[in-house]
């Protein structure tokens, strides 16, 4: 379980590749990677967007499938191809007003060192990187792309007694 008062978050934020994906990524003829999601990952997401709950992508990534899988997931704030991660931290937080305090984000390499030292709840998936785990508040007991997201929503959701209780739940 997550040791922070969940009443207080109002925005998660993922990184995609060893979070939302698995951190092993096929690759196309083109040199183009093919990832894969988790679908319980993909309900929980909908579903805390749905409740008022501001999810983010921030990912080095780039490719037009992260962009519509996310945007048909509800998701508005998308940015990919961030090669400093903070820049685009501090450009959602300051659209949405938000506090530190009030933010999750999900990281598991290095590239995603300086957001998890910024915000409120530095969270990550169960393979991620040595030093990521070290600053990590909490570290999900599954890996990346197997449904560390559900993980951390569901946590979240429940402690805000939105879980299985909000009119959407049942349904995409």
């Known amino acids: 379980m997550i040791d922070y008062d969940l009443k207080k978050i109002k925005a998660i934020i993922f990184d995609i590749d060893g979070v939302l994906s698995s951190s092993t990524i096929q690759m196309n003829d083109k040199g183009e990677p093919i990832r894969t999601v988790n679908i319980k990952d993909g309900y929980s997401i909908q579903l805390a967007v749905k409740c008022g709950i501001k999810i983010a992508i921030i990912t080095g990534g780039k490719g037009e499938a992260i962009i519509e899988r996310y945007k048909g997931l509800g998701v508005k704030d998308i940015y990919t191809s961030a090669s400093v991660k903070t820049r685009e931290y501090a450009d959602f937080v300051q659209k949405y007003n938000l506090k530190d305090e009030e933010v999750i984000y999900m990281g598991d390499d290095i590239p995603d060192y300086e957001v998890m030292k910024i915000c409120g709840v530095p969270c990550c998936p169960a393979d991620a990187a040595p030093e ?7 570290i999900s ?17 429940k402690a805000q007694d939105k879980w299985m209780s909000h009119a959407h739940a049942f349904g995409w």
């Open 132 to 138: 990521i785990k070290t600053i990590a508040r909490y």
């Open 141 to 157: 007991h599954v890996n990346g792309g197997q449904g560390c997201g559900r993980d951390v929503i569901e946590q979240v959701l």
